[in-house]
């Protein structure tokens, strides 16, 4: 299946880096995001097909209008326009997964039997920075199954250092045997 979702954000993410308004692009998804969290329905009503793009268009210009950037306005009518407006969740996963290979960021995905503490963080990002030559955005994730340990999980690997997946080795071991 084809991502049509891609070019909106790469657009957007050239008009940012011309504009100098990446940032500003990454708060006014990040107040998108917020709101379709409080109203799930909202995002049923963009992707539904009866309901005429310019109706779309209205609904998310009264809803955002004064709380995010003129470029973002615009933005969010070209993306109705086009018939796109129920991707744009979808477009703004795909901006800042750009905005963060352009910034060489990797995310991180860690899951641990407890919660780290900041210190813990630090010394983990730091050592992973080091190691992957770039910087790197942690989200953690509490996981109590995986009984001690974390696992680490980027976009081309994962690493398992949990007493659960040491089970499941020794598991799969004896089973071989």
């Excluded at 963080?121 to 109590?144: D, S, Y």
Aim: charged fraction near 25%; glycine fraction near 4%; aromatic fraction near 6%.
């Amino acid at each position: 299946m084809v991502d049509r979702s891609l070019p909106f954000a790469q657009a957007l993410l050239s008009i940012g880096q011309d504009t100098h308004q990446e940032d500003t692009f990454v708060q006014d998804f990040d107040l998108m995001r917020s709101v379709f969290e409080q109203n799930p329905d909202l995002e049923k009503v963009l992707i539904h097909p009866g309901i005429p793009a310019n109706q779309k268009e209205t609904l998310l210009l009264d809803i955002f209008q004064n709380d995010v950037s003129s470029s973002f306005v615009d933005f969010l009518k070209i993306v109705c326009r086009h018939h796109m407006a129920g991707k744009l969740l979808t477009i703004a996963d795909d901006y800042d997964k750009l905005l963060d290979e352009l910034n060489n960021i990797q995310n991180i995905y860690v899951e641990s039997a407890t919660p780290l503490s900041e210190a813990q963080k630090e010394r983990l990002a730091k050592r992973l920075e080091t190691k992957l030559g770039g910087q790197v955005r942690l989200h953690c994730k509490i996981n109590p199954k995986l009984i001690a340990g974390l696992t680490l999980r980027t976009e081309d690997a994962v690493m398992d250092a949990s007493y659960l997946g040491m089970l499941d080795k020794m598991k799969e071991r004896l089973l071989k045997s």
